[in-house]
């Protein structure tokens, strides 16, 4: 094993996962106004609202098969009767389907933030890398699940990335399940790490922000109020009148 492969297999994964955790400390303690979307909607809202609604769309339904690809061992499907081909039938499809919709809004996010010029000059590097380094994320699994695993290639992610990922995660971690895959799962694998690694320093940490305190807050009704308040001084103009 070379000092790269050791390096992007073994450190880099930590080394990025440690900055998506520390940082959000970091910036939750020092940057809790900056802690938004910086929505620029106000700016412009024909191109924001479709390519938002089927990039937010798209990427629901992508994390979930992620979930299911990688996180869930390969043994499970197997205990509970879903074979291969029931499996990568749902890859393919559903998950074919979910990145279509993900590149599509991702593209109109990106011909959006270059072509619109007000975009364009509020926009900070950072805001431009996020977008890349999403295409490329996007487009590599694109391509990896429809054109790699659609056309029945030799390879399994369930038996190499998939157990690479899991150890990661249980701090046991085997760099040598990861060579010899295929170049398009490396990008997308190493470009993804890189998103997790600057996440924390860019407008992507508004998805943590859930305003969750809405559910179980009460209405407040200002109308009501208004009105009453209206009524109990009309009244009592009335009766000093009187």
Excluded: C
């Excluded at 993900?102 to 890398?129: A, E, N, Q």
């Excluded at 209405?219 to 109990?232: K, S, T």
């Amino acid at each position: 094993m070379t000092f790269f492969q050791n390096f992007f297999w073994a450190s880099f994964p930590y080394i990025m996962l440690t900055m998506f955790v520390v940082g959000h400390i970091y910036r939750y303690n020092v940057d809790q106004f900056g802690w938004s979307a910086k929505s620029s909607e106000f700016l412009e809202k024909k191109q924001l609202k479709w390519g938002s609604i089927l990039f937010h769309y798209g990427i629901i339904f992508v994390f979930f098969g992620h979930v299911a690809g990688i996180l869930i061992p390969k043994a499970f499907y197997d205990a509970v009767g879903i074979t291969d081909h029931m499996y990568h039938f749902g890859a393919v499809w559903i998950g074919g389907l979910a990145g279509v919709a993900t590149i599509i809004g991702v593209l109109l996010l990106m011909v959006r933030r270059f072509t619109v010029k007000r975009i364009y000059i509020h926009s900070t590097f950072r805001d431009i890398l996020v977008l890349v380094l999403l295409a490329v994320i996007i487009i590599s699994g694109f391509v990896n699940t429809v054109w790699i695993t659609g056309r029945g290639v030799a390879f399994e992610y369930r038996e190499t990335i998939s157990p690479w990922f899991r150890g990661i995660l249980s701090f046991n971690p085997t760099p040598g399940l990861m060579i010899g895959i295929p170049v398009g799962f490396q990008i997308h694998v190493v470009s993804a790490l890189l998103l997790f690694g600057i996440w924390p320093f860019t407008r992507l940490v508004h998805v943590w922000s859930l305003p969750l305190e809405y559910l179980s807050r009460k209405f407040v009704v200002y109308r009501a109020v208004f009105g009453r308040r209206n009524i109990a001084m009309s009244a009592e103009r009335k009766n000093k009148i009187e």
